[in-house]
């Protein structure tokens, strides 16, 4: 196991596998055998990965330089609408930056789930008695998890840009 986990390691340095891969192989690693099998019992879908996190903010203009900065990143760009701009990240997630009376906090987060369907899905979610936030999507859905965060559901390819 050490070995392996050497490896993994190696080729995050290496530059060959990203960081979210090298996180997901060695909590892979370091789960029982059997953790799996439980785990899957019972799942409503299975996630595979984190789309956005959309972050509420007072001035647009200075939170992308801010992030820009700290973060080393391109540009944003605009998606869904007039106030909200995305960092693409080389992953393929986004930080989605929204102009809100309200700044300060993360609005909600996106997850990619394996074989989204927006009908199926959301018949699963409300079959396991997890009620679904309305919303103005067709494509996608949200949830609130039992403290009240808002969880966005979609596919691991959805696309939020404007045309």
Not at 4 to 21: C, K
Request: with cysteine; proline share 5%; glycine share 8%.
């Amino acid at each position: 196991m050490v070995d392996r986990m050497n490896t993994l390691i190696t080729s995050y340095e290496n530059g060959t596998i990203t960081r979210r891969h090298l996180l997901q192989a060695l909590a892979l690693l370091a789960a029982p055998a059997t953790a799996g099998a439980q785990a899957a019992e019972g799942n409503v879908m299975k996630a595979r990965t984190l789309h956005h996190v959309n972050i509420r903010v007072s001035d647009l203009t200075r939170s992308e330089a801010f992030y820009r900065r700290l973060l080393g990143l391109p540009a944003s760009r605009r998606v869904i609408g007039p106030d909200n701009h995305g960092f693409d990240l080389p992953n393929g997630s986004l930080i989605i930056l929204e102009k809100s009376d309200s700044p300060g906090r993360v609005d909600h987060f996106c997850v990619g789930v394996e074989g989204f369907d927006a009908d199926k899905t959301r018949a699963a979610v409300t079959d396991a008695g997890i009620d679904i936030v309305p919303a103005r999507t067709r494509d996608s859905f949200y949830v609130n998890d039992l403290d009240g965060v808002r969880v966005q559901v979609s596919a691991v390819d959805w696309n939020p840009s404007l045309p």
